[in-house]
Nanobody, 125 residues
């Protein structure tokens, strides 16, 4: 059974940094897309950054140049390094895993195969 577990959220002031981690347990497929989504109060869930099994990455325009997605395959862990944080980055951040690497480029089309439960990020001005 696949489990997706996020950690690393917290509260920071604007301009600060945080690193989120996501461990995926029980995923044995060689092809995948792993991604970070976020959902602010009263808003829909949006894709933030993704990385597929070929190493190709994708970022939302709102985080380009500030966020970096990376992975440690030996640890089955996905990371999201977030720098120059803004109050508008405040949201619940979710990790997603999908069997199809092409989902990284069409994540608006359907939900992923697996979601984590989320970790809260709060940025104060």
């Amino acid at each position: 059974q696949v489990q997706v577990v996020e950690s690393g959220g917290g509260s920071v002031q604007a301009g600060g940094s945080l690193r989120l981690s996501c461990v995926v347990y029980g995923y044995t497929y060689s092809s995948y897309c792993m991604a970070w989504f976020r959902q602010a109060p009263g808003k829909g869930r949006e894709g933030v950054a993704g990385i597929d099994s070929s190493g190709s990455t994708r970022y939302a325009d709102s985080v380009k140049g500030r966020f970096t997605i990376s992975q440690d395959n030996a640890k089955n862990t996905l990371y999201l390094e977030m720098n120059s944080l803004k109050p508008e980055d405040t949201a619940m951040y979710y990790c997603a895993a999908d069997y199809n690497l092409r989902w990284c480029h069409s994540w608006d089309s359907r939900p992923p195969n697996y979601w984590g439960r989320g970790t809260q990020v709060t940025v104060s001005s």
